[in-house]
């Protein structure tokens, strides 16, 4: 099993729509939660982080966390052609540790 | 906004050379990190690093490597014989709070070894 899965892609939505990415961590001793975004050749870029359950928005951005299903999520609101990128899920576990396990990602496409 | 550096942006090397790759994290940061990414692949934790020394490393971070943080603003990553596969992206992080907090990632050294 992996440790930190992520919904295979590509993932292609019209502009304006909204994008829905998914990643579930196997480690249940994760604490902390990251998506990060990656364009084609540049490194990651944190985008959102979330440490506890629930919600947590930021503009059109949305992460969701369920510890108890392993389970997190990025909404796009409103999804922009701009936002068309490799999706980076991230898990950490601290304390206890300084590591960020990341996931394959997904790759978003916004269609204009 | 401050933001982490890494230089050079491309380095070719010969195989069973040595190469050090170089960043600056932000300037007010004290944990720093490394990564790597092999074309391709996902993004694997490399080492950890705080106060002078390695708070955590990877089965990766084999003795071939080694970091330092040689004066008050660099932090570099060591590779004594490079590997063919040990081409890769590398991307430097940084933050102030350690652990496995926001990581802000630098914009990474592509390494090439032939």
């Known amino acids: 099993q992996k440790e930190v899965e992520q919904n295979s892609g590509p993932l292609s939505v019209p502009e304006g729509a909204i994008a829905s990415l998914n990643c579930t961590y196997s480690?249940?001793?994760?604490?902390?939660f990251f998506w990060y975004r990656q364009y084609s050749g540049k490194s990651p870029e944190l985008i959102m982080f979330i440490y506890s359950n629930g919600d947590k928005e930021d503009g059109r951005f949305t992460a969701q966390l369920n510890k108890a299903s392993q389970y997190v999520s990025l909404l796009i609101r409103d999804s922009q052609p701009s936002d068309s990128a490799t999706y980076l899920c991230?898990?950490?576990?601290?304390?206890?540790?300084?590591?960020?396990?990341f996931g394959e990602g997904t790759q978003l496409t916004v269609n204009p | 906004e401050p933001e982490v550096t890494q230089t050079p942006s491309h380095q070719v090397t010969q195989m069973g050379q040595e190469v050090i790759l170089r960043c600056v994290p932000i300037s007010n940061h004290l944990y720093f990190y490394w990564y790597r990414q092999i074309l391709g692949q996902k993004v694997e934790f490399l080492v950890s690093f705080y106060n002078n020394e390695i708070s955590e490393k990877s089965e990766i971070f084999d003795d071939q490597f080694s970091v330092e943080r040689p004066d008050g603003s660099n932090f570099t990553l060591k590779i004594r014989s490079t590997k063919l596969e040990d081409s890769a992206m590398y991307f430097c992080a940084s933050n102030d709070q350690g652990g496995a907090y926001e990581q802000y990632f630098g914009p990474g050294t592509r390494l090439t070894v032939t």
């Open positions: 480690d249940r001793g994760s604490q902390s």
């Open positions: 991230a898990v950490g576990r601290t304390p206890g540790g300084s590591r960020l396990t």
